[in-house]
């Protein structure tokens, strides 16, 4: 009978090592290191390899990673985090940075909570698994002014706010950054979208805002309020007319600003976000108030629920895979050490559909 203290296979008790796996194979530890970790293409025999994962095989080894984090002050983990993983806009993001990052790199999904927006404190607590690099979506100005981190980092859908009455009357945000940040094409998606509800004939608009402190939210109302103002239209919006990204709190949010919007003359809606639209379609079919006969409704992410909505919505395109994609791409760069082409902006198209324009 074996004993099971000398016994090297996973029946033992002894944690299977490198050094036993070398010694199975005749070879050195350094080799057993490069084919377990799958860098063994040009610098270790192909004959050596097989010896090395035959000898794996045979003992059940598994390389420590986190013993290799330790050593090297870094793991092969990507950090992402965000407000919400269920909503499927963020599902989109995941995917793209997925895709983007391959299969060096294991994507950790670190979730705020709906309607939080992440601390540097909580990234600080993160620092602690040594990840490689973090992807942080849509964070506030106050992360960006606490955040001491100096693990490679990119923001996504990050944009700073207009710092001059310039910028402001000009609609466009901030260049400065702090970190490597891709966006969306904002301002394009709003001047489309304002461009078509002012050929329909709508002038009075109402906004159901985002009920967070990310800065996207805060841009997407001040860039509908000057783009609007220069086409002679107004934007109704307050702090009441706002709700966290969920369709029944949209909903209850739309059915409490309605009078007021209506006695406003408003005839369309602009809503943060898809989901939020979602919840202002049910409340006004619930109210038989016709769509978009009586009032146009407009969102930004163009969700794929979007087609099959009552009716299908009309949306700003928002292409979170787009968007996770280009974030891994920095993210790596830095991460490997070369210059990145800079980060681009990507595109915010109108995508017209029944809720605007009848059946």
């Known amino acids: 009978m074996t004993d099971a203290s000398n016994d090297p296979s996973p029946r033992g008790a002894r944690r299977v090592t490198a050094a036993m796996v070398a010694e199975r194979a005749g070879t050195s530890v350094a080799t057993v290191s490069l084919v377990a970790n799958g860098k063994d293409a040009g610098h270790v025999s192909a004959r050596n390899a097989e010896r090395v994962r035959r000898a794996i095989a045979e003992l059940g080894y598994v390389a420590d990673h986190a013993a290799r984090a330790l050593a090297s002050g870094s793991s092969n983990l990507v950090v992402f985090v965000t407000p919400d993983a269920s909503n499927p806009y963020f599902g989109a993001v995941i995917r793209g940075l997925r895709e983007g990052l391959g299969d060096t790199y294991q994507l950790l ?159 369309a809606l602009v809503c943060a976000t898809d989901t939020h639209a979602y919840g202002v379609l049910q409340s006004a079919r619930a109210m038989g108030m016709p769509v978009p006969g009586e009032l146009a409704v407009v969102g930004f992410d163009d969700l794929a629920s979007s087609v099959v909505s009552d009716p299908p919505l009309t949306s700003v395109r928002l292409p979170g895979e787009a968007l996770g994609r280009a974030g891994a791409e920095q993210l790596l760069a830095q991460i490997e050490g070369r210059t990145a082409a800079p980060a681009p902006v990507i595109a915010a198209d109108l995508v017209v559909r029944a809720s605007t324009i009848g059946r």
């Open 109 to 267: 999904v670190s979730v705020t909570g709906e309607g939080d927006v992440p601390t540097a404190a909580a990234l600080g607590r993160l620092a602690a698994l040594r990840p490689a690099g973090v992807v942080v979506d849509a964070p506030s100005e106050a992360f960006l002014d606490e955040l001491r981190l100096d693990t490679p980092l990119v923001l996504l859908d990050a944009p700073r706010l207009p710092a001059s009455t310039v910028e402001a009357a000009s609609g466009a945000p901030s260049t400065d950054r702090r970190a490597v940040s891709v966006d969306f094409d904002l301002l394009g998606g709003v001047r489309a979208l304002l461009d078509h509800l002012h050929v329909l004939g709508h002038r009075q608009l109402g906004y159901l805002g985002g009920r967070t402190a990310t800065d996207t939210f805060r841009l997407r109302r001040l860039l509908l309020e000057r783009e609007a103002a220069l086409r002679g239209m107004r934007v109704h919006a307050d702090d009441r007319a706002e709700s966290i990204i969920d369709l029944a709190a949209a909903a209850e949010a739309f059915v409490d600003s309605w009078p007021r919007w209506r006695d406003a003359g408003v005839t």
